[in-house]
Every structure is written in structure tokens, then in C-alpha cells.
């Protein structure tokens, strides 16, 4: 929890500034914005709802950083298969199920960040199934 008591009024957007830019960072062609933007609103809502727990500062930014690269993964393959008729909410649900999909470059992870970057699509997944 913060210490200065006004937590609940704040955004992860503090701990996440550049937020609104992921898509542009994910971009390989013009079509991947558009389905990149897509995909933030799910997003925001678990980035705020990690916030809200009042995780520290470190373990946010771990979960922040393997969201944004599961996004630039979806966003690979959506690109690569031309997926871009289907439906973000969908492609996200199957992209984090079971351990989630493997991140574009997870040759170059350690074991213990693969792990972590399972943790983060399990527990997205739980965020996904009970915002139904």
C-alpha cells in the first residue's frame, strides 16, 4: 500500500506511463496499431486491478513488463497469420490459458522469468474469467 494513504485514488498509469504508446511499440505494419489499441482496454483493467492490490512497486513492474511483451507476442501472430478479423478478446483468452503462449524471444529468458511470465498469464486468465 502506498504511504502516503491516497492509493485508491491513483492510476497504474503511474507505474505505467507509457501505457498508451504499447501498440505503436508492438508495431510491425499498419494494421497491428489498430489491433494493438484493441487489446488495451483488458489491459488497463488488469494493470489497475494489479495496482489496486497494492503489489510493490517491483512485483508491478514485473507484471507490467511480461504484459507488454505478451501483447508484442499477439501481436506477432496476429500479424504473421493475418488474424486481424478475430476477435482481440479471444485471441487474448487463448494466448494466456493454461501457462499462456510462449513471449517472442523466450530463448534469450531465464527459467525464472519464464516462470514468472507463466504466473502473469494465469493470473491474467483468472482476471479474464471473472470480468466476465
Avoid at 507505474?15 to 498508451?20: G, K, L
Avoid at 489497475?48 to 506477432?76: C, M, N, P, V
Wanted: proline letters at 4%.
Amino acid at each position: 500500500m502506498n504511504v502516503d494513504g491516497n492509493h485508491e485514488a491513483e492510476s497504474f498509469r503511474a507505474w505505467a506511463p507509457d501505457f498508451d504508446k504499447w501498440p505503436r511499440s508492438w508495431m510491425g505494419v499498419e494494421e497491428d496499431l489498430a489491433y494493438g489499441k484493441k487489446l488495451l482496454p483488458w489491459f488497463a483493467g488488469f494493470l489497475q486491478a494489479l495496482y489496486d492490490e497494492g503489489l510493490s512497486r517491483k512485483t508491478f513492474a514485473q507484471y507490467r513488463d511480461h504484459l507488454w511483451s505478451l501483447g508484442g507476442t499477439i501481436i506477432s501472430q496476429v500479424s504473421l497469420y493475418e488474424e486481424y478479423q478475430d476477435d482481440p478478446l479471444e485471441k487474448l483468452r487463448e494466448s494466456v490459458a493454461g501457462d499462456g503462449i510462449l513471449p517472442d524471444h523466450y530463448d534469450q529468458m531465464t527459467q525464472s522469468e519464464l516462470k514468472a511470465f507463466e504466473r502473469m498469464c494465469r493470473r491474467f486468465e483468472k482476471y479474464l474469467e471473472e470480468s466476465k
